[in-house]
């Protein structure tokens, strides 16, 4: 069964303490994969797609990066705006193109 | 700007009541999606549709029920069949036919008593 499976699911982090989440996923082959930032009460923001292994995209203090099995979001120097649920998807190819599995999210709380 | 816009933000309905959530994108994207998301869970998807006049049942489709009968627009109905109809509502749209991300709506909170 595809799955995905997200980690921690919830992390405290001062300001300016670097630290990664993980996105497990088990899926026969992957089309994309999507993370989103989402903030209490509004709809998920898209951040990047990643499609195959050893890709790595950047935006400011994030990095995704993608491996056959799981996905990292690693956080450079955090600031309190940074503070969100992060959440991960993935669209396998063994279904439409229609088809988004999302994981439950990692709520990241930034302290200053 | 281009975006997705839902409405209302709060819906409040009482037992019984048929409620109907708008859904209207100005990205030119073909497809759009209805998601259910709860506390603890991942979003479910609802309803999707890839283009206009044809849309398909998702995981959780039972209770609820759509339209596109145009490219902009994709409204939910939640039917007094829904069982626990109380949750936050997400529309989404994308290109179509490809690994193409989703761009999601602000949201409706949808309380049933």
């Known amino acids: 069964e595809d799955q995905v499976t997200q980690s921690p699911e919830a992390l405290r982090l001062q300001e300016g303490e670097s630290s990664s989440l993980n996105c497990s996923y088990t899926?026969?082959?992957?089309?994309?994969l999507f993370w989103y930032r989402q903030d209490p009460g509004k709809g998920p923001e898209f951040l990047f797609t990643l499609y195959s292994a050893g890709e790595e995209k950047e935006k400011e203090r994030l990095k995704a990066t993608l491996t056959k099995k799981e996905s990292f979001l690693h956080i450079t120097a955090p600031k309190p705006e940074d503070s969100a649920t992060y959440l991960c998807?993935?669209?396998?190819?063994?279904?439409?193109?229609?088809?988004?599995?999302f994981g439950t999210g990692t709520r990241l709380k930034v302290l200053a | 700007d281009g975006g997705i816009t839902q409405s209302p933000k709060y819906l409040f309905r009482k037992e019984g009541q048929n409620v109907t959530l708008s859904c209207e994108q100005n990205l030119n994207h073909d497809a759009m999606y209805w998601y259910r998301q709860d506390p603890g869970q991942g979003l479910r998807l609802i309803y999707y549709s890839q283009i206009v006049n044809d849309f398909q049942k998702g995981d959780i489709a039972e209770g609820y029920s759509v339209s596109r009968e145009k490219k902009e627009s994709f409204p939910l109905t939640v039917t007094s069949a829904q069982k626990n109809p109380t949750a936050f509502y997400l529309c989404?749209?994308?290109?179509?036919?490809?690994?193409?991300?989703?761009?999601f709506g602000p949201g409706t909170r949808l309380t049933v008593t």
């Open positions: 989404a749209s994308s290109s179509a036919g490809g690994a193409y991300e989703q761009y």
């Open positions: 998807a993935v669209q396998p190819t063994t279904s439409g193109t229609y088809k988004y599995i």
């Open positions: 899926v026969s082959g992957l089309r994309g």
